[in-house]
């Protein structure tokens, strides 16, 4: 077993093109030796957002803290603490923070998609898009 805390481990911005004021902590993943899953926990501050996205593994997403929007099947649809969500492989899927406080979820993928040479989400240019 392997135990850390949240508070203990460092948040990495987003760097993924679209992604704006969004930073991550890989919670455990095959660096712990986890064979099957990636536990992440995304902090969107308010303002920010996740890029418009699509990759070809399925993920589910709890929502800790925070309200915010998703996009996914099309529209968006409102998010508060305790929204659980399951994106399907290949939805066009994004989070934006619409309130005054961090926008927090964990997010459950494979854990290939941390492994050297996994492929890549591919974006969408949202550019013209309103926040």
Known sequence: M????????????????????VQMQLLCGPADGCPNFAMRRFIVAP????????H???HE?????GTGVVFGNGKEQ?????????????ELHQFKN??????????MVPALVHKPGAPQ???VDCSKDTP
């Open 2 to 21: 392997i135990q850390k805390n949240i508070h203990a481990l460092p948040a990495q911005p987003v760097t993924m093109q679209g992604a704006d004021k």
């Open 78 to 90: 409102p998010l508060q603490p305790g929204d659980a969500l399951y994106v399907p492989a290949n």
């Open 98 to 107: 619409a309130g005054s406080t961090p926008l927090e979820f964990i997010c």
């Open 61 to 65: 997403v709890l929502i800790l803290a």
């Open 121 to 123: 989400p591919t974006t």
């Open 56 to 58: 070809d593994y399925e």
């Open 47 to 54: 303002g920010g957002c996740t890029p418009k996205h699509q």
